[in-house]
């Protein structure tokens, strides 16, 4: 199969599983392309790509499978089809992936994504798997496990074991299934296989802890585990040291490691062993102080890593090593495991390890000493001996720069030491910057051994080259000028110097270069012009540097200069010589041109000459410069030999300024001091002239020395701006032994000011300076205004420098700008600045603020002054910081300080000191020590005893406390504290009453400081801390969160102290304790300053009301001040400190009435709710101001608004819950106001008031006690509105729809629509029987006509109306509260009381009894022709009778006359009637049927065994106006019981179909309206039919189907579909019920949706039984099973054939028929046709068979009237018989099985025609006819073939034109010419005759036409034509 997707999608197609599965079993075995290959080894020589081809070749056919299993899984009717296909699928990928990992170990990159490829299969169709709906585990139905379990025989033993006795037992005894039933049983978790197998593994882990490796491994044997394998894996992960180490023997023992596996263990052994040797060395460690030793780090994170490993601390220390799992180990590298090892190993074996681990190790240790003896040894580690000596191993720098894990100080060290020898990281050497700072930190780039002789850079420059490129694209000329001349750096020697590149580039550069070849020979004038020329490249930039340019851009002196020195002077350059060089050469015109500012110059350059054969004399300078003064030649320069013109007398020397003729003759001599060399920057020249010219001579050499100091001083503060001068003052300061500093520090100021000034000030600089200059000679002189204004320049440019360097203001580095400051006011004596202070106090930067005034010792004063600044607590932090500081501080108080002190303060302070010391000494002499320090401690009001008392042994620490308190507090406070004290100070015993005393006191005053301060001093650990800290957070910082954090530490450590055996505290009972809790949380809420901080407390105290003893209600509190936030209104104190539930209703009752002025309603309400007060008052005071206010607005006066104000009105009362006599009185009067008061006039008023008065009744009647008659008075005032009402209308309402009142036309309510929603008419205390009796009702003679004509006209429609809408009782009510008569009310009570026999005839009004006495008399008249009265229903608006009665009953004839005359009221007399008349039916009275409900009368007429109970059902059910739901109820109800009780019920059930029996129960359905209703109920009904009544749950089902169907209901369709799918599977299946499974598919009729049915049906063998004679009425299931036989069992041709025999079905099984007789044939196509000739007569059998099937077949179809299939089926036997005949005729002819293309050719051979013809129609084929007959006839001659065709067929004239054209189309012959001749004399056409014979020449034919008298004379007429 070449096309996997063409094979398959035949077999899809066709609905053919089998082929489906043939061609994926042929493909099965894609691991295996050669099928001798044996199993085994078959992957080892097959390659992986050979299977990706082989899957991906397949990817076409499960792209076919998964498209036609999704199609299928789509359609219901397909459903079974697609999940065979599904499993046939889901079996060949799992077998594939199953051998692939059987046959290999590992996936390589091929395989692997042939598995992707066949998973992704898998995981799209497991989404068609058939998804169960499973139990819960934990629900286990006691009916499965008593009935479905079987009982184990080891329950007896198993039940004395433990759960895990149990599991062990049956997995080494391979009775795990016995074990799962029976915890099954047990109802135990382990039931479940994977809950059993995790105990089980469990168990495995506890024999290995016992060494039990035996009972082990057969308990991972029977559980189905490799043993191996989990062995392995529970050594690998286990973290216990003693299994791991066990199964590791084990293990070995059977060679069951691998090579990597052994040295995993082994590492993880000697980890053990390392770090196991060092834990008690390293627990040592811990005891002593801690300080920088390495070994320290293991225990740095000990506790983190031990509560992760799940250490127990009670383990031995020899236990502590056994958490390490072998399978961490697995994961970690080489370097991983040499960096575990590295901390545990000795020095000595370093060179062992690899660099990489060992340099990290070292590096994060930052252990200096080996790393650089490993650098040292790395720097000669390149010769051999020094490898075999080194104790390190080699280091290379790769590692250095990738291992490194110091910090940068560190690294940079390392990176230094190496750079000095030479190495350099790779990433420096290829960032030159970098490159550059590494070489600086180590020296510099000038230095005498620069350590870059290997350097090279990527361009292959060396270092030199690269610096000076560096320095050209940076631009530091100076620096690269003392670069060169340090390293002597010229062209010669770094050839990088001459490039001209760089010179054109860099135009300097070319200068510098040359400038410095000038240097270097200075005899080469060359040199020079070149210098020159780089010089005037630098001025022309933009041309070539050259004589002509300079003189082109008017640079002549420059020219003429560089012509000087140019080769062959001035003479050769002007001489124009075409082989010159250009830079020097200078075209003559130019050079005239150029010195024509110039005329002498130019005369002597160029002389005019007569005759130009003479040439000029030599011209000297001397001649140029004789005319020139002062310089006469004649008398200057006679030294020189050049000059013609000097006299003899001239000197032949040099003059210079030292020769001694000209400095005695014109020099002005002058002595210079010191004072001039520095001024010229020269300090050794200044120092050295004044040791000679002042010093030596000096008497006085120290004033002298301090003199000229002081003159330096000055001239250095002068000169300030001028560094060279600033340093010459500084360095002779110091050669004179003075300090400099005073000077460095004013001249650093002076520099900064004048910068600052400078860039922010418009003056000219030189101004600036000098004015500043001027200031500081003031400043010398000592002139504080000077010095104080300098400093407020000062502190201004040092914050503008911080600004500029955008440092923080507050950081470290700003301090540091600032100590020049505080210098420069030390040094000049003035008070140090506060400037950085003062910003750091104003930033609350407190430890800036301390750093900086004590590094710089500033004044404690001075920094006291500046605490104002800081925020409010950090104030008193640092106040109490400074507190102990002494007013001077110790480094400013100098000797002087200490000296103006006089003696006697001296004395005095130290009297006091031995006092104190005489204390502490007395007190041990004492017998109570700490009692007599306490004392001492109140009377000298000093704490500081208290405090040590304490320290003294038996000191009680409550006492110390007290004392302590009393002397740290002012006098007032102590006085108060101590005033309850009666007896002596001195001897009072300081006990808790005391303190109570004193904790009250000290609260009240708000003094929680002192006792928070006394508490850390005596106390830390009590709870009171916690509170006084609680305290301080809500009072002072109103920092609540923190607050409640204390809090919830405080509830905690009470806890604790109440749970405690022993208490922590027994100073402190924890009663006392709560008592003071108790105080502080009241006091709190007393000391609250505004109800907002009120709230917040009360907020924070929610939740700890059990700390309040008899305190108030918190959490009301709380709600009444949220409530009260946003309001004026405060909480009185009153309730704080006397709370009860009186006096909070009382306070609640005063807000209220605060509230309720403002206006402030809704929180009115809620302070209401809240105390538990009534809100009637309230609501209706809101409801009132509400009214006033919309009459304010003018908005009242609008109908609609009312309205919605009295919905709104009745909806708040509500919602609120007000009173209900409160809310009627309310509306009751509103309706008075109403009607003395109407806002409108007439009708909207009335309205109105009836409305309101509606509204009354309804409220007043929800009293519990529901008062009648003041409801009867209401309702008489409702009605007198009506009458009003309907009076004003007119008669509109009897001509316009009820409603139509009542909706506006805008759509909104109406006063009388919401009225009617609150009608109270139909109330039971109203509705009761006393208004349907006689008594009491007005007749026509005892009514009273209390109302005009016109409301009597109202009242009488409106008791009409009532009347037909069935209130009778209110219609009697309404006629006894106006003594009014209304015949129809008359006749409805007069036909009521002769139902129920309160009345007879006799006792009827007059009236009434001459209504029935005429009634009779008519009925006599027509009694005659009327034999017998029949009704058939009460549905007719006429009087009808329920049931057919004999006329002699008198009472239903009265009835139906009083019914007759009633004009209104008819369904209620009609009703009257119905219930007498089944209440004879049912024999009872009418008084029991009536007081019944319809329902229960309901029930009884479906529940009688009359057959026409559904009629008279409907009849009742249209009389009463039951309601659907009700009557879908009672159907569903009664179909239930009689399906449950078959023996009951409507006749003989037992008799009929179940079919029949559904048809009854479809009638009881019709009696709802809505029939979807009652199949609800059917279905609801479902869950009530008892266990095991199987056949009701399928009527059931079937009937709510039916009624679902009707109305179309589909989602009641599908739940019934689904039932009856969960009631086959889990009911009717498993207790085998068939009938019932046959009765429930063929009852709901959805044959493609059950098609499980059918499957079910079939695999038990039941099938036959849906064949059954009037099982399918229809038609529909026989078509539905052939359908299921096609689609699901396409091979099954015997079901198919018995289901088409059954239903006779002849279509069927003509195509039954048919199908056989083709596969006969196919049998026959399977074997060549030659092979079938030798064996003929098993082939004439094949044939014969063939032969029968088809005339069955079209005999069947022939029955069905199929007649194109019976015409086919009767060609393919005519076929078969000619077959048949051919083979008894020996001729081997094949005719069947042809192909299309192989048809012509058998035709073309049959030499019959008839033959021929059967061949044609059998295959439904249409030969070339003309070509049969031209082949046939005219070459062989054959006219017998022509008559049998002409037999048969028409010879057309269009056989003749195609024979006569294939004829010409071949070479004639002779035989050919006479057939022809022969063939047209067949033509009846004469015209084609002559026409043919003409063409074919066939000249004795034409003549013959036409000379024959019949043909002659039509040809040529024809001809003619």
């Known amino acids: 199969m070449n096309n996997p997707a063409m094979n398959s999608d035949a077999g899809i197609e066709n609905r053919q599983l089998d082929t489906v599965d043939f061609f994926l079993k042929s493909k099965e075995n894609l691991l295996n392309p050669s099928p001798k290959s044996s199993v085994p080894d078959q992957f080892d020589h097959f390659p992986s790509q050979l299977y990706l081809r082989n899957v991906e070749e397949l990817t076409p056919a499960l792209d076919l499978l998964c498209s036609a299993i999704r199609e299928s899984n789509s359609e219901t009717q397909s459903k079974n089809f697609s999940e065979q296909l599904l499993n046939l699928t889901l079996s060949f990928l799992n077998k594939q992936i199953k051998e692939l990992f059987i046959h290999s170990e590992e996936l390589d990159e091929h395989l692997q994504k042939g598995v992707n490829i066949l998973t992704s299969y898998i995981n799209e169709l497991r989404t068609f798997m058939i998804k169960f709906p499973w139990k819960l585990t934990d629900a286990v139905d006691e009916y499965d496990v008593n009935e479905n379990v079987p009982k184990v025989k080891e329950s007896t033993i198993w039940e004395k074991l433990s759960i895990e006795e149990v599991i062990a037992n049956a997995i080494l005894n391979n009775k795990i299934p016995e074990a799962q039933t029976f915890f099954r049983i047990n109802s135990h978790s382990a039931q479940r296989l994977e809950e059993l197998i995790k105990i089980g593994l469990d168990l495995v882990f506890d024999n290995l802890k016992k060494n039990n490796v035996k009972e082990a491994s057969e308990l991972l044997k029977n559980m189905g585990f490799d043993v191996k394998d989990q062995l392995l894996k529970i050594c690998f992960y286990t973290t216990d040291k003693n299994i791991r180490d066990f199964l590791v023997e084990i293990l070995k023992e059977k060679n069951s490691f691998s090579e990597k596996e052994k040295r995993t263990i082994d590492f993880v052994h000697q980890v053990e062993k390392f770090y196991s040797e060092h834990l008690q060395e390293n627990m040592q460690i811990q005891s002593f102080p801690r300080y920088w030793v390495m070994e320290q780090d293991f225990f740095k994170h000990k506790s983190v890593l031990d509560s992760f490993l799940k250490y127990d601390h009670k383990d031995k220390l020899n236990k502590q090593n056994h958490r390490i799992a072998l399978n961490w180990a697995q994961w970690w590298n080489q370097l991983t495991q040499e960096s575990i090892l590295l901390p545990r190993i000795n020095p000595e074996e370093y060179k062992s390890y690899s660099p990489e681990a060992l340099w990290r190790y070292l590096t994060a240790r930052h252990d200096w000493l080996s790393i650089t003896s490993w650098i040292g040894e790395f720097q000669t580690q390149n010769s051999y001996s020094s490898l075999q000596q080194n104790k390190w191993p080699p280091l290379t720098i790769d590692i250095i720069d990738q291992s490194t894990c110091c910090n940068n100080n560190m690294r940079n060290k390392i990176l230094d030491e190496l750079a000095r020898n030479g190495i350099f990281l790779i990433s420096e050497l290829e960032d030159f910057e970098l490159f550059l700072l590494r070489l600086n930190r180590i020296g510099g780039v000038m230095q005498d051994t620069l350590p870059v002789q ?346 503008n420098s911080i600004q500029q360097q955008e440092i923080k203001r507050l950081y470290s580095e700003s301090s540091i700008q600032w100590a020049l400051v505080v210098q420069f006011c030390r040094l000049h004596n003035i008070k140090l600045s506060t400037s950085y202070l003062r910003e750091c106090a104003k930033a609350n930067d407190w430890l800036q603020f301390i750093i900086h005034s004590q590094l710089h010792n500033y004044h404690p004063d001075e920094v006291k002054s500046l605490l104002q600044y800081f925020s409010p607590v950090l104030q008193d932090h640092l106040r109490l910081a400074f507190e102990n500081l002494p007013s001077v501080s110790n480094s400013r108080m100098d000797s002087d300080q200490v000296c103006n002190k006089s003696p006697q303060e001296l004395q005095k302070s130290k009297e006091e000191r031995t006092d104190f010391f005489e204390i502490l000494l007395r007190c041990s002499e004492e017998p109570n020590s700490w009692c007599w320090l306490l004392a001492e401690a109140v009377k000298q ?95 002072f910082f109103k920092n609540c969160k923190e607050a409640k954090a204390k809090l919830l530490e405080f509830q905690k450590s009470l806890e604790t102290l109440e749970t405690a055996a022993i208490k922590v505290h027994a100073a402190i009972p924890v009663p006392w304790l709560k008592e003071q809790v108790s105080f502080l949380l009241k006091l709190m809420l007393q000391q609250c300053r505004t109800q907002y901080e009120l709230g917040k407390l009360l907020q924070l105290f929610v939740g700890i009301e059990h700390l309040f003893s008899e305190g108030p209600d918190v959490k009301k509190l709380c709600i009444l001040s949220h409530i009260l936030k946003d309001t004026s209104i405060a909480i009185n104190n009153v309730i704080i400190t006397n709370y009860s539930l009186q006096n909070f209703q009382q306070e609640c009752k005063s807000i209220l009435e605060k509230l309720e002025t403002n206006g402030q309603f809704a929180l009115a309400k809620r302070v209401a709710e809240l105390a538990e007060l009534p809100v009637d008052n309230l609501v209706i005071e809101e409801v009132t101001q509400e009214i006033q206010t919309l009459k304010h607005i003018d908005q009242w006066s609008l109908k609609q608004t009312r309205i919605d104000f009295w919905k709104k009105c009745h909806e708040n009362f509500k919602k609120n819950s007000i009173s209900s006599k409160a809310a009627s009185s309310f509306f009751s009067a509103q309706a008075l106001v109403v009607r003395e008061y109407p806002t409108e006039e007439g009708q909207s008023s009335t309205e109105e008031c009836h409305l309101l008065l509606t509204l009354a009744g309804h409220w007043l009647a929800q009293e519990d006690l529901v008062p009648v008659e003041e409801l009867e008075e209401l309702e008489k005032q409702i009605w007198l509105c009506r009458i009003t009402q309907h009076t004003l209308r007119g008669n509109q309402e009897e001509r316009e729809p009820t409603f139509s009142q ?258 009854a129960f479809l009638q009881l359905t019709t009696l709802c309206q809505d029939r979807t209703l009652v199949g609800m109920k059917l279905l609801e009904k479902i869950s009530s039919v008892p266990h095991g009544e199987l056949s009701c749950t399928t009527e059931l089902l079937i009937l709510a189907h039916h009624c679902f169907t009707l109305t179309c209901h589909m989602e009641g369709i599908i739940r019934v579909l689904q039932a009856a799918r969960l009631l086959t599977d889990n009911h009717l299946a498993p207790n085998e019920e068939y009938g019932l499974v046959v009765r429930l598919l063929t009852g709901i009729g959805r ?229 022809l001749k022969k063939l047209l004399t067949y033509c009846e056409d004469i015209y084609l005759y002559y026409k043919l014979a003409y063409e074919h020449k066939l000249y004795d034919v034409v003549n013959m036409l036409l000379k024959d008298p019949q043909t002659g004379c039509c040809l040529k007429d024809m001809l003619a034509g």
């Open 454 to 799: 290997n350097y090279r850079s990527k361009e292959g420059w060396d270092f030199h080259s690269h610096f000076i490129l560096y320095c050209l694209e940076h631009s530091l000329q100076y620096l690269l000028y003392v670069y060169l001349d340090c390293y002597k750096l010229s062209p010669p020697n770094c050839s990088f110097l001459g490039k001209k590149e760089l010179h054109e580039t860099h135009p300097w550069f070319e200068f510098l270069v040359q400038c410095r070849e000038v240097s270097s020979n200075l005899t080469d004038p060359k040199l020079i012009f070149q210098a020159s020329l780089a010089n005037a490249q630098i001025l022309i930039p933009s041309n070539q540097a050259s004589v002509s340019s300079m003189l082109l851009e008017g640079h002549t002196l420059l020219a003429l200069a560089t012509t000087m020195y140019a080769p062959g002077g001035v003479s050769q350059v002007v001489q124009n010589e075409e082989n010159e060089n250009c830079l020097k050469k200078v075209d003559p015109q130019l050079l005239k041109m150029a010195l024509t500012p110039y005329p002498k110059l130019k005369t002597a350059l160029f002389p005019q000459y007569t005759a130009p054969s003479v040439l000029p004399p030599d011209i000297t300078l001397y001649h140029l410069i004789q005319s020139l003064l002062p310089f006469d030649p004649s008398r200057l320069f006679g030294w020189q030999s050049a000059n013609t013109l000097a006299i003899g007398d001239v000197s032949s020397h040099l003059p210079h300024f030292s020769s001694p003729d000209l400095v005695n003759k014109y020099a002005i001599v002058e002595r210079l001091n010191f004072a001039y060399y520095l001024y010229h920057g020269r300090p050794s020249f200044a120092f050295g002239t004044f040791l000679v010219q002042e010093l030596t001579k000096s008497k006085t050499p120290k004033q002298l020395i301090q003199q000229v100091g002081n003159e330096a001083y000055v001239l250095g503060l002068s000169s300030f701006h001028i560094p060279s001068i600033g340093a010459a003052c500084v360095c002779f300061l110091e050669l004179l032994g003075l300090d400099s500093l005073r000077l460095r520090v004013d001249m650093k100021v002076a520099n900064i000011i004048l910068s600052y000034r400078c860039a922010n000030e418009d003056a000219q600089y030189s101004f600036i300076r000098e004015s500043l200059a001027e200031k500081l000679s003031k400043l010398a002189g000592g002139e504080k205004a000077t010095t104080e204004e300098l400093l407020v320049f000062l502190e201004e440019a040092i914050w």
């Open 1647 to 1875: 044959y493609n949706e059950m098609t499980y049915i059918f499957e079910l049906l079939h695999k038990k063998h039941y099938f036959e039984v849906l064949m059954r004679k009037k099982l399918d009425p229809s038609g529909t299931l026989k078509t539905a099973l052939l359908d299921y036989i096609k689609r699901c069992r396409p091979g099954d041709s015997e079901k198919h054939n018995m289901i088409a025999l059954c239903f006779s079905m002849c279509r069927e099984i003509g195509e039954n028929h048919e199908a056989a007789a083709c596969i006969q044939l196919k049998l026959i196509e399977s074997q060549p046709w030659e092979d079938s000739i030798k064996n003929g007569h098993q082939l004439k059998q094949l044939l014969l068979k063939a032969l029968t099937l088809m005339l069955d077949a079209a005999e069947s179809y022939a029955k069905d009237s199929c007649v194109r299939q019976a015409l086919h089926c009767h060609r393919l036997t005519k076929l078969l018989t000619l077959q048949i005949h051919f083979l008894n005729t020996g001729q081997n002819t094949m005719l069947i099985n042809l192909g299309r293309h192989r048809l012509m050719d058998c035709i073309m051979s049959l030499p019959r025609f008839y033959q021929a013809s059967i061949v044609a129609e059998a295959y439904d084929f249409v030969p070339d006819w003309a070509e049969i007959l031209y082949q046939h006839v005219i070459l062989k001659g054959n006219f017998h073939y022509l008559e049998e065709f002409k037999q048969q067929r028409l010879l057309r004239t269009s056989i003749f034109e195609e024979i006569s054209k294939k004829y010409k189309q071949h070479q004639p012959t002779d035989t050919a010419v006479k057939n």
């Open 941 to 1035: 009001q000093s704490p500081i005893l208290s405090v040590l008392a304490s320290c003294l042994q038996d000191a009680s620490a409550i006492s110390c406390l007290c004392v302590w308190i009393i002397a740290s507090v002012e006098d007032s406070i102590a006085a108060e504290a101590m005033g309850h004290i009666q007896d002596s100070l001195e001897g009072h015993t300081w006990d808790l009453e005391d303190f109570s005393v004193i904790w009250r006191t000290l609260l009240t005053r708000q003094k929680s400081k002192t006792l928070i301060r006394g508490f850390q001093l005596f106390f830390k650990d009590s709870p009171l801390l916690l509170m006084l800290e609680m305290y301080e957070l809500c009072m």
């Open 1302 to 1559: 009542q909706i506006s036309a805008s759509g909104e309510l109406s006063f009388d629509s919401l009225a009617s929603e609150f009608s109270f008419s139909k109330l039971a205390a109203l509705n009761t029987s006393k208004y349907l009796e006689l008594n009491g009702l007005p007749s026509k003679e005892t009514c009273e006509n209390r109302l005009d004509w016109k409301e009597q006209e109202s009242l009488n429609f409106l008791i009409g109306r009532l009347l037909d809408d069935g209130c009778v009782h209110e219609a009697s009510r309404v006629c006894r509260y106006f003594h009014f008569y209304n015949q129809d009310v008359a006749l409805v009570l007069h036909c009521r009381a002769l139902a129920s026999g309160e009345a007879s005839v006799d006792d009827l009004q007059p009236e009434i009894h001459a209504l029935l006495q005429s009634a009779e008399l008519l009925e006599e008249e027509k009694e005659p022709r009327i034999p017998l009265r029949k009704v058939s229903s009460t549905s007719s608006l006429e009087s009808q009778s329920f049931v057919m009665l004999p006329p002699s009953d008198e009472m239903v004839t009265n009835l139906e006359t009083l019914t007759h005359k009633c004009l209104h009221g008819k369904n209620y007399c009609r009703r009257v009637l119905c219930l007498y008349e089944l209440s004879k039916e049912l024999g009872c009275s009418y008084t029991d049927v009536a007081a019944q409900d319809g329902e229960a009368i309901l029930r009884a007429i479906l529940a009688s065994p009359q057959s026409d109970r559904c009629k008279r059902a409907q009849a009742f059910i249209s009389t009463q106006g039951l309601e659907p739901e009700r009557v879908a109820d009672l159907v569903a109800e009664e179909v239930t019981r009689e399906l449950l009780s078959p023996s009951e019920g409507a006749g003989q059930k037992q008799m009929v179909t179940p079919a029949e029996e559904s048809q």
